[in-house]
């Protein structure tokens, strides 16, 4: 008598499997919607993810070398804007000693333009000390490097001269008080006026270099992460109509898969209700059990057609 069956020992294990990689792919179909990310694990694709990581961690360093350089490029950019309005007060300089080489002016006159003249060292030194970017005075004098790329040699070399007024004038502040000083003036401007257009043009030089730079890494940073993100990122579109199409199979399988579950006390039910073909008697072995075939028998004699009986033993004798 058969006592029990089950779904996974009958030839539905098949659809069970597949029943159950239905709903796996559904939970990935998720999960690669939710994430964004098409791979979700490793072994989904060895190579597309190995490649993603590569070229994310080049572009995690070309963010960073981008970084760098927006720094150097932002510190370049507060040390021109001290230059420029030294730039002025040198310009001012030069105006201040003309106008006092003049022999029409009073003595009084000179005084006061000498007066200005020394005052316009006080604001040069003010502009140096007052221009910063974070804590670093780059017109007091800078040299540093900053990383702009992967590799060790991708620097770039900042140098700045310092432009206070002793480094301007070499440390001889010249007046204005007489014609004859103003005159010799005029050339100690001129001087300092060189040293600093120097320290402009390199500052200028650099810093136009950095922001080239600076955009090409960050356009480098940015082709390297959409190359991972083409590696790595889910068809969204894609990725919908396959998980409707594992929506509809998996609901399909389910169903099939529910009805053969309740079929199955129907099943068992069917399979104890057939009866065994009649077997030739044989001498029952010692230990044997032939209940289930004897039941079977007289089952199948019970609903078999009347027959001729056989001749007894008394008729026999007779």
Same mark, same amino acid.
């Given at each position: 008598?058969?006592?029990?069956?089950?779904?996974?020992?009958?030839?539905?294990?098949?659809?069970?499997?597949?029943?159950?990689?239905?709903?796996?792919?559904?939970?990935?179909?998720?999960?690669?919607?939710?994430?964004?990310?098409?791979?979700?694990?490793?072994?989904?694709?060895?190579?597309?993810?190995?490649?993603?990581?590569?070229?994310?961690?080049?572009?995690?360093?070309?963010?960073?070398?981008?970084?760098?350089? /927006? !720094?150097?490029?932002? #510190?370049?950019?507060?040390?021109?804007?001290?230059?420029? @309005? $030294?730039?002025? %007060? *040198? &310009? +001012?300089?030069?105006?201040?000693?003309?106008?006092?080489?003049?022999?029409?002016?009073?003595? /009084? !006159?000179?005084?006061? #333009?000498?007066?200005?003249?020394?005052?316009?060292?006080? @604001? $040069?030194?003010? %502009? *140096? &000390? +007052?221009?910063?970017?974070?804590?670093?005075?780059?017109?007091?004098?800078?040299?540093?490097?900053?990383?702009?790329?992967?590799?060790?040699?991708?620097?770039?070399?900042?140098?700045?001269?310092?432009?206070?007024?002793?480094?301007?004038?070499?440390?001889?502040?010249?007046?204005?008080?007489?014609?004859?000083?103003?005159?010799?003036?005029?050339?100690?401007?001129?001087?300092?006026?060189?040293?600093?257009?120097?320290?402009?043009?390199?500052?200028?030089?650099?810093?136009?270099?950095?922001?080239?730079?600076?955009?090409?890494?960050?356009?480098?940073?940015?082709?390297?992460?959409?190359?991972?993100?083409?590696?790595?990122?889910?068809?969204?579109?894609?990725?919908?109509?396959?998980?409707?199409?594992?929506?509809?199979?998996?609901?399909?399988?389910?169903?099939?898969?529910?009805?053969?579950?309740?079929?199955?006390?129907?099943?068992?039910?069917?399979?104890?209700?057939?009866?065994?073909?009649?077997?030739?008697?044989?001498?029952?072995?010692?230990?044997?059990?032939?209940?289930?075939?004897?039941?079977?028998?007289?089952?199948?004699?019970?609903?078999?057609?009347?027959?001729?009986?056989?001749?007894?033993?008394?008729?026999?004798?007779?």
């Amino acid at each position: 008598m058969v006592s029990a069956i089950t779904l996974s020992s009958t030839p539905l294990a098949p659809a069970l499997q597949g029943n159950q990689q239905l709903r796996e792919s559904l939970a990935d179909n998720a999960g690669r919607l939710t994430s964004g990310n098409r791979i979700l694990n490793i072994s989904d694709d060895v190579g597309a993810a190995l490649n993603a990581a590569n070229l994310q961690s080049q572009s995690s360093g070309f963010r960073q070398a981008s970084s760098n350089a /927006a !720094q150097a490029f932002t #510190l370049l950019d507060v040390a021109a804007d001290g230059l420029s @309005q $030294i730039e002025d %007060i *040198v &310009s +001012n300089l030069t105006t201040l000693a003309e106008q006092s080489t003049s022999p029409a002016i009073t003595d /009084a !006159q000179r005084a006061f #333009l000498q007066q200005r003249f020394s005052q316009s060292f006080t @604001q $040069i030194d003010s %502009i *140096v &000390s +007052n221009t910063r970017f974070n804590d670093i005075r780059p017109l007091e004098g800078l040299t540093t490097d900053f990383r702009v790329g992967n590799d060790a040699e991708d620097v770039v070399s900042i140098d700045i001269e310092a432009v206070t007024a002793d480094d301007l004038f070499e440390g001889s502040l010249p007046d204005i008080g007489s014609i004859a000083n103003a005159t010799a003036a005029q050339t100690a401007i001129d001087d300092a006026n060189a040293i600093l257009q120097d320290v402009i043009r390199t500052v200028q030089g650099t810093r136009d270099g950095l922001f080239a730079t600076a955009s090409a890494l960050s356009q480098t940073a940015s082709g390297n992460a959409a190359g991972a993100g083409s590696l790595t990122n889910t068809d969204v579109s894609a990725e919908i109509e396959q998980q409707a199409s594992n929506v509809i199979r998996f609901d399909t399988s389910t169903a099939v898969l529910a009805q053969a579950a309740n079929l199955q006390p129907q099943l068992l039910q069917l399979l104890n209700s057939v009866s065994l073909p009649a077997q030739p008697q044989s001498e029952p072995t010692q230990g044997s059990s032939e209940e289930p075939l004897q039941e079977a028998v007289a089952q199948a004699a019970t609903s078999a057609p009347a027959a001729t009986p056989a001749p007894t033993n008394e008729s026999n004798q007779g």
